[in-house]
């Protein structure tokens, strides 16, 4: 069972809409969830981090945490197409310094 | 602008043949990171340093070393290229004073090809 799981995609979103990112973790003991944004050849870019359950807005986004189904998400509303991207979900297991990465969701926000 | 560093951007080596990848940072960070990515795949950590204290990741392969002369850089040294060590290296940095925060700033990444 992989530690960060997510779904591959591509998610193809028209621009406007709600693009909705979901991530599952298989730590219990995880408490530190953070969404990255990589575009093609770049490095990855934090966007948003979340410690405890409910929700988390910034902005056009919104990470969502519920800890007992171990299950994360990240909500852009009004997505652009500068927003297509890999998203990355990562993880910090127990407050320690590893960081689980997912392998990332691709997003196309189609024009 | 404080920001992290990686150079070279792009690196070509042979097989076998040694290759030093550098990361600077002027955030005054006191953990940096090494991580690997290919095509398609999660960044895959290699090791960290904690100010000097030095942490290997039990998969790591021998082949990779790393180096941190002072708290500004750090180094990534490949002894021995193969072909499968052809990825992405980037280097990122964090500050961790208390608690569980570890956000994590990459540098833009070395592109490491073995021919």
């Known amino acids: 069972q992989k530690e960060v799981e997510q779904n591959s995609g591509p998610l193809s979103v028209p621009e406007g809409a709600i693009a909705s990112l979901n991530c599952t973790y298989s730590?219990?003991?995880?408490?530190?969830f953070f969404w990255y944004r990589q575009y093609s050849g770049k490095s990855p870019e934090l966007i948003m981090f979340i410690y405890s359950n409910g929700d988390k807005e910034d902005g056009r986004f919104t990470a969502q945490l519920n800890k007992a189904s171990q299950y994360v998400s990240l909500l852009i509303r009004d997505s652009q197409p500068s927003d297509s991207a890999t998203y990355l979900c990562?993880?910090?297991?127990?407050?320690?310094?590893?960081?689980?990465f997912g392998a990332g969701t691709r997003l196309f926000v189609k024009a | 602008d404080a920001m992290v560093i990686q150079n070279p951007r792009y690196q070509v080596t042979q097989f076998g043949k040694p290759v030093t990848l550098s990361c600077s940072q002027t955030?005054?960070?006191?953990?940096m990171y090494w991580y690997q990515q290919k095509s398609s795949q999660a960044p895959k950590l290699l090791f960290h340093y904690y100010d000097k204290d030095f942490n290997n990741e039990a998969d790591t392969p021998d082949n990779f070393q790393s180096r941190r002369p002072n708290t500004s850089f750090c180094f990534l040294d490949i002894r021995s290229p193969g072909l499968g060590d052809a990825a992405m290296y980037l280097c990122?940095?964090?500050?961790?004073?208390?608690?569980?925060?570890?956000?994590?700033?990459f540098g833009p990444g070395t592109r490491l090809t073995v021919l």
């Open positions: 955030l005054n960070h006191n953990v």
């Open positions: 990122a940095t964090s500050t961790r004073t208390s608690g569980v925060k570890d956000e994590q700033f």
């Open positions: 990562a993880v910090n297991q127990g407050g320690g310094f590893k960081t689980i």
């Open positions: 730590d219990r003991g995880s408490q530190s």
